[in-house]
């Protein structure tokens, strides 16, 4: 059932059950809101979306009001904006506010448009969030130039000793946002009020820490924050995000879909493309840590008597296929597990059995914790492999071996030719997911260096060794020549993925690579037998 109502003169057609609020934000009409959010129910504490209504005493909160036949809808009258921009000015007496009542902010915002980095945040200069703070935007909107009290600092510490995320209570406006999304996401917050009067924070009960108190580290909490009290640790000075991508999480089956932000390349931030239910750990703060890792295999490396030497790519391919027409027919063979995309498995196939002429094309299915391993069939004297998914021990039984990978391992130690692949989020393709649906992968950010997508280096090898039928320009093509469904995000669930709703279920390897030496938060989170991962040392 629909209704038609008036907003600022202007008429427009209800949905059922709509709020004022959510009615005028989908017909493009702005109304300053601060404690609403789009995957929060209504809660009408923050009193900034106040609005006029013909019939009606005072001035109801939008986001709580729902329509009617004939509202009459007034949302920018004098008397609107004069409570909106007192009940501003009272919000920010503990909020660092300087910058934004400064009358020098336009010359600044010209000359220092980016955040200077400091421990603590004492004005919009200093602040992680400057690019995207809601506060600033409403400062704007409202015309405050001024503050009737002086503001007071708290000067409470900065909480770093959690992973993954950094929290200012000296920024909170105590909106509510972050302990709302907690309980919507997981039935219980971990968070709450904490405290009363002007001594009201946001905390765990009885001062526990998030790991303590049974945070799932989903980041839904920094994604609703209105200001930067909340902050992802390894994104929070990147800024605003050049680019934005849709694509697929690969750390395990649930395949969910993601946001990926990138600055100038590198990608820089992931999180849930709708935030209705909560992604894990890993969709959420570990894709940037992992694909920028200072350890990235970056130049192709051939092992010129006892060392390996880094060569430009077309001398590494030709010396690798003169090598490996050595071992063609069954003496050769190549591993790979499924987290390569579709298209770079049937590559890799063709390969094996068009070029080699072998029938040993080796796919590996992880198992619940990601972990691939295989071993060799009897009489193979050279492999391809793309991560460490065969034991050091086996390979001494080779004559040549290729490690395409991303990071080195033990094996590309001792490999003879190790060429650097881009993976995740730096590719485009094909996945399936744990039900057998295909999702689509879509390059997010350059890879490091001179890495190369797993199924380009297979072409350029092929041609290397005078092959035909390799000649690909793009993952398109290889889509095509599959013929598969159209591969389509899957934005929406029912219901968490396993490793949201529990943390110690995700994945611990990704490609035999193990996570937690990649991701430094992941460290300190305990898998479902109760253990904490063990790491390298010094990882």
């Known amino acids: 059932m629909t209704r038609t109502l008036t907003i600022d003169g202007k008429a427009v057609t209800a949905r059922d059950g709509e709020t004022v609020l959510e009615c005028a934000l989908r017909n493009e009409m702005s109304i300053p809101h601060l404690c609403t959010h789009p995957n929060l129910p ?13 019939g009606m005493r005072g001035y109801p909160a939008s986001c709580s009001t729902p329509v009617a036949e004939g509202m009459r809808v007034q949302t920018n009258t004098d008397a609107v904006r004069r409570l909106r921009r007192k009940t501003l000015e009272l919000i920010l007496l503990e909020h660092p506010s300087a910058c934004l009542v400064c009358d020098k902010r336009e010359l600044c915002e010209r000359y220092r448009p980016k955040a200077e980095k400091a421990g603590c945040t004492t004005g919009c200069h200093t602040c992680n969030n400057k690019e995207v703070c809601e506060i600033r935007v409403l400062s704007e909107q409202l015309n405050l130039a001024a503050l009737p009290v002086a503001p007071s600092y708290r000067e409470m510490p900065i909480e770093r000793s959690d992973p993954f995320i950094d929290r200012d209570l000296n920024l909170c406006i105590l909106c509510g946002r972050c302990i709302r999304i907690c309980e919507a996401h997981h039935d219980e917050a971990t968070i709450a009020f904490v405290g009363r009067g ?12 998030l ?3 049974g945070c799932r580290f989903c980041g839904s909490c920094i994604d609703v924050c209105p200001t930067g009290s909340l902050s992802d640790r390894y994104a929070k000075w990147r800024g605003k995000p050049d680019a934005v991508v849709e694509t697929t999480c690969v750390f395990c089956e649930a395949a969910c879909a993601l946001s990926v932000s990138s600055t100038r390349g590198r990608i820089s931030g992931a999180k849930a493309l709708r935030g209705g239910v909560p992604i894990c750990v890993l969709g959420r703060f570990a894709l940037p840590e992992f694909v920028n890792g200072v350890t990235r295999l970056t130049v192709p490396s051939v092992r010129v008597g006892e060392v390996l030497r880094e060569m430009p790519w077309e001398e590494a391919l030709e010396r690798t296929s003169r090598k490996l027409k050595q071992f063609t027919g069954n003496t050769f063979a190549l591993v790979c597990d499924t987290t390569s995309t579709l298209e770079d498995r049937h590559l890799f196939e063709r390969f094996v059995q068009e070029v080699m002429g072998s029938a040993h094309y080796i796919e590996i299915e992880p198992d619940r914790r990601g972990v691939s391993r295989a071993g060799l069939p009897d009489g193979v004297k050279a492999a391809l492999m793309t991560g460490a998914f065969v034991e050091s021990a086996e390979l001494d039984r080779l004559d040549f071996l290729i490690v395409q990978d991303c990071y080195p391992t033990a094996i590309s130690e001792q490999a003879d030719v190790v060429l650097p692949a881009a993976v995740f989020a730096e590719v485009d393709g094909t996945v399936v997911d744990g039900d057998g649906h295909f999702r689509p992968l879509r390059q997010a950010g350059k890879p490091p260096g001179q890495a190369r997508a797993e199924w380009r280096i297979v072409t350029e090898l092929a041609g290397a060794m005078g092959a035909k039928g390799f ?9 095509r020549e599959l013929g598969t469904a159209e591969a389509k995000l899957l934005p929406e669930r029912g219901a968490a993925p396993a490793a949201a709703a529990k943390p110690g279920n995700r994945r611990t390897h990704f ?3 193990r996570i937690d030496e990649r991701v430094r938060g992941v460290r300190y989170l305990p898998v479902d037998n109760g253990a904490v991962p063990v790491t390298a040392a010094g990882g």
């Open 42 to 54: 209504p809660f009408g504490a923050c009193r900034m979306c106040l609005v006029e209504i013909d």
């Open 198 to 209: 002007s001594k009201t924070r946001i905390g765990q009960a009885f001062g526990r820490s």
């Open 211 to 213: 790991v303590d108190a």
């Open 471 to 479: 000649d690909l320009e793009s993952a398109t093509d290889i889509t």
């Open 511 to 513: 490609r035999g690579h």
